[in-house]
């Protein structure tokens, strides 16, 4: 993890935090009704990741250069890795690392992977170097994941390193069970699930079906964050759809701006579940 990142990070939070000092009221105002969007006087917001980027240069290239504040979530190790990390950083895109954890389907991971097999030691020095692969990362989503991410013991291992190294986590929930984010509050760790995946079926159809099903829950609750990849079929859509976006009256927001405000709005409403907590922390020991 290079200093200039986590610097980047702090300032971003910084912002953030200094942001939310003379709205802190509006959000509290808000709070009984829909706290992280003002109807009537803000456009629907929606927020794209695309995964699984770093194996395919010019589909890489496709996704760098999608419209709009767009967040590459990139593999570790991969050929091309490094070098659409640093093209998306210089295009402004945010960006995370996309890490493999270990699913129920056992379904291969590639390099980098993060298994239930490994002690704690080995699961650390392994989601470290795969943070240390990829420069400009912003925070860390889960690359299928059905298994781990409803383990406490290794959601705990992974959300002290995050904690340690300023990053924040997005539940890509590839499986409803995920208590990902919920271990991520636990840590204070600034945090968001998937709401749409956009193209499990790579049908120009379904992924215009997903794509408006985004959009009408961003209607409904001021927000919506969407996860695809960089399949063709997939940019085909977006590089057609996003900049038609704004004239639709939707608005498309960075993932930072989306976790941040979820944040405040979280804080605005209740206090955390003292209960749940200590639940999933003695849980720990017993896994
Ligand atoms: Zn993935």
Known sequence: MNVKTQSTYKALLLAGFLFSLPITGLFTAAATSSPVFAKNTEKPKVTIIIDDVGNNESRGLRTVNLKGPVTL???????????????AHQLGKELLLHAPMENLRDMPLGVGALTSDM?????????IKNIDSIPHL?????????????KHLQMNWTMQVLKDRNLLFVDSRTNPKSIAKEVAMLYDIPTVSRDIFLDHLRTPQFIAKQF?????????????????HPYPETLNHLEKELPKLKKRGYQQQPLSQLIRNE?????????????????????????
């Open 263 to 287: 944040g405040l709005a979280r804080k605005a409403i209740r206090k955390p579940n003292q209960t749940r907590i200590s639940t999933a922390l003695s849980s720990n020991s017993s896994q």
């Open 119 to 127: 002690s704690a030691s080995q699961y650390r020095d392994q989601l």
């Open 212 to 228: 408006e099903k985004c959009l009408k829950l961003a209607t409904k609750n001021g927000t919506c964050l969407m996860i695809g």
């Open 138 to 150: 912003m925070g860390l989503n889960n690359h299928m994941g059905s298994l781990l991410t409803t």
């Open 73 to 87: 979530a990139i593999l570790p190790d991969r050929p091309y890795s490094v070098s659409l990390a640093n093209q």
